[in-house]
């Protein structure tokens, strides 16, 4: 069983809707949780780290649910610019990468 | 502050060649990470160094050494490359290594280094 997994994708929805992603961990002793984005032939930013209390920024929300092993990340208002691949990412013991969820904001 | 930085950007290697990616930080930070990204596959780590002068094997370490030079410093060398090691490679830093016991583990990524093994 793979660390983390994340649905894929694809994700195309239009300006101004709102999208959530999921990921599952398996391993329950995980300590820090992330969701970083990846551009097109980029690197990977950090977009926000997730907080046992959930956590926002702007229009974005990041949940953790410890119980059900499994992390979420919100936007609302998509925007054109929100395109992206959108990677979990779960720290324990090293960091455990999603293979991301692609994005597609269409106008 | 130019965070993350890796030479060479692009690479075409023949079969049965060597070359040294390089990467350095400057953010002070002691863990340093060699990462591949694959189409389909996701971030797969190779080797990382919890801090300087410790270096450990990550998921995929064949084909591949590492050399942590200094804090600053972590290189890859590849001694013989093989058409499987195509791929796009990322180096990363972050201060602390995610051991659990708490400590800043973001990690900040270098630009990437795209590889061509013919």
């Known amino acids: 069983r793979k660390e983390v997994e994340q649905d894929p994708g694809p994700f195309n929805v239009p300006e101004g809707a709102t999208v959530a992603f999921n990921c599952t961990y398996s391993?329950?002793?995980?300590?820090?949780f992330f969701w970083y984005r990846q551009d097109c032939r980029k690197e990977p930013k950090l977009l926000m780290s997730?907080?046992?209390s959930g956590n926002e920024d702007g229009r974005f929300t990041a949940q953790l649910n410890r119980a059900s092993q499994y992390i979420s990340l919100l936007i609302r208002d998509s925007k054109l610019s929100d395109s992206a691949t959108y990677l979990c990412?779960?720290?324990?013991?090293?960091?455990?990468f999603g293979t991301g969820t692609s994005l597609t904001v269409i106008p | 502050n130019a965070g993350v930085t890796q030479t060479p950007k692009f690479q075409v290697l023949k079969t049965g060649q060597s070359m040294t990616l390089q990467c350095a930080q400057d953010?002070?930070?002691?863990?340093m990470y060699w990462y591949r990204q694959d189409p389909g596959m996701g971030l797969r780590l190779i080797y990382y160094s919890a801090s300087e002068g410790t270096t450990d094997k990550g998921e995929v370490p064949n084909g591949y050494n590492v050399s942590r030079l200094n804090k600053r410093e972590f290189s890859l060398r590849l001694e013989s490359a093989a058409p499987s090691q195509t791929s796009v490679y990322f180096c990363a830093s972050s201060e602390a290594f995610p051991w659990g016991t708490g400590g800043n583990n973001e990690q900040f990524f270098g630009p990437g280094t795209r590889l061509t093994v013919l």
């Open positions: 997730v907080y046992s």
């Open positions: 990412v779960v720290a324990s013991g090293q960091f455990y």
């Open positions: 953010m002070n930070h002691n863990s």
């Open positions: 391993n329950s002793a995980s300590q820090s």
